[in-house]
């Protein structure tokens, strides 16, 4: 049963058993970056009582105006963001 999942290793569900269902990564907003509200990519992994999303969003890029419907929640594990804000405040 798999239950780590590598962002980059998401471009298909994997064929071996998971422990979510996982949508391969794709624009979360939109069929194209032309079409999409957001240039955020990335896979989506559903388990019984939540669904957490693995994205990202490259440097300079960003969203068109768009709303919400339901409550958004972000969460930023220290540990991942940390060397990557450390190697842009030494850019």
């Known amino acids: 049963m798999q239950y780590i999942y590598g962002y980059h290793e998401l471009d298909a569900a994997p064929d071996s058993p ?4 996982v ?3 794709r624009t ?4 194209t970056f032309e079409t999409a509200k ?6 989506v992994l559903f388990g019984e009582h939540v669904a957490v999303a693995l994205v990202m969003q ?9 709303t919400h ?6 969460w930023w594990p220290k540990a991942m963001c940390m060397p ?8």
């Open 84 to 91: 990557a804000l450390r190697a842009t405040r030494n850019a």
């Open 38 to 43: 957001s240039s955020t990519i990335g896979a």
């Open 18 to 21: 998971t422990s979510a269902r």
């Open 69 to 74: 419907p339901k409550k958004i929640s972000r």
């Open 23 to 25: 949508q391969p990564r």
């Open 28 to 31: 979360l907003s939109g069929d």
């Open 58 to 66: 490259a440097a300079g890029s960003g969203a068109k105006a768009h």
